[in-house]
């Protein structure tokens, strides 16, 4: 049977996204950390643009998560106090909801969620078995693959051909995405290997599993009843290596897969092995809080809330054939 297929961001105000820090900045230091509502703007050009206002250099504006360009979002980025006075409190496209003092400057991965209101509008498809859909992934959850954004338009041919080279970039933010573009596509290319074979919910011994909300994993030695239970209810979930220096045995499924992978992806695993860290991701995600509203026969609302650096557009395809109206006006 086919998805049902729906529309995303025919306008900004369709895909709002919010940062959840899950703690409050202590109201002192010397560091400003701004929460800021952007419109239109991705988080790399309000960083430019506060630098050209400030005169500061780039790195002194420091940012937990980065934020798409065709959405409404609201995000924490900080800098050094001593500018706090000569930022506005609002730009082209941006305004500071709110500002507080902080005794560490900000850094990436510090906010613990994202929160999200969607408008699906073009729906098509039975409503009563959408519904349904939409409950069992509340309480399943659903394949957490790296999303579009994360490779952009050339982002991994680009990465690849550092991997020919056997090099690395020198500047710091190109070999940060090479290193995240690569090891994204390869946890993308495990967990589809995994799904083909329907084992994406069947733990193996010898498999890593992560704590629900936590980089926290270990091994799966044996397969009983109690670590059922725990994968069922989502306090754990299978994961999926994310390539770098490893010093303890893979998974046999992770074996498997990289036995089977092609030489660009074997080349990649390499690369990454020689120049980045060993992590894990879980291959699973569970959106909280979620829940939809039928605006009319066709439009959709959904609000729901992810584990930071899970994607609302994986979300999305789990349950529908997407058209992204701000993907197909750009192109």
Not at 26 to 34: A, D, I, P, V, Y
Not at 88 to 105: F, M, Q, V, Y
Not at 231 to 237: K, Y
Request: with cysteine; aromatic share 8%; charged share 20%.
């Amino acid at each position: 049977m086919s998805k049902p297929t729906a529309t995303i961001k025919q306008q900004p105000s369709d895909f709002h996204v919010a940062e959840q820090l899950g703690f409050a900045p202590n109201g002192q230091g010397e560091h400003l950390w701004c929460y800021v509502e952007k419109t239109g703007l991705n988080t790399a050009y309000l960083k430019r643009e506060w630098v050209r206002l400030l005169g500061c250099a780039q790195k002194d504006i420091a940012h937990s998560g980065l934020k798409d360009r065709h959405a409404v979002t609201c995000q924490w980025l900080s800098l050094p106090a001593k500018y706090g006075t000569h930022l506005p409190d609002s730009g082209e496209g941006w305004r500071i909801l709110t500002r507080a003092h902080n005794d560490r400057k900000l850094r990436i991965g510090t906010h613990r969620a994202n929160e999200f209101t969607l408008i699906l509008r073009d729906v098509q498809g039975e409503r009563a078995a959408i519904d349904h859909a939409l409950a069992a992934l509340a309480h399943d959850g659903f394949a957490n693959l790296f999303g579009d954004q994360r490779f952009g338009h050339h982002n991994l041919q680009k990465a690849r051909h550092w991997v020919e080279r056997g090099e690395l970039p020198k500047k710091h933010d190109e070999r940060a995405l090479v290193l995240s573009v690569l090891r994204a596509d390869c946890f993308n290319a495990q967990l589809q290997a995994r799904m083909a074979a329907n084992t994406l919910h069947t733990p193996q011994a010898g498999d890593r599993a992560l704590l629900r909300g936590s980089n926290s994993h270990f091994l799966i030695e044996s397969v009983d009843e109690t670590l059922l239970e725990r994968l069922h209810s989502g306090d754990i979930a299978l994961g999926g290596w994310l390539p770098g220096k490893e010093n303890k045995p893979l998974p046999p499924a992770t074996k498997t897969w990289l036995d089977n992978a092609d030489a660009a992806t074997q080349a990649a695993v390499h690369y990454l092995c020689r120049h980045a860290d060993s992590g894990w991701r879980a291959f699973t995600a569970r959106a909280q809080n979620l829940h939809h509203d039928w605006q009319d026969a066709h439009t959709l609302s959904l609000t729901f809330t992810l584990p930071r650096g899970s994607y609302a557009t994986a979300l999305l395809a789990a349950l529908f054939t997407i058209h992204d109206a701000a993907e197909s006006k750009r192109t």
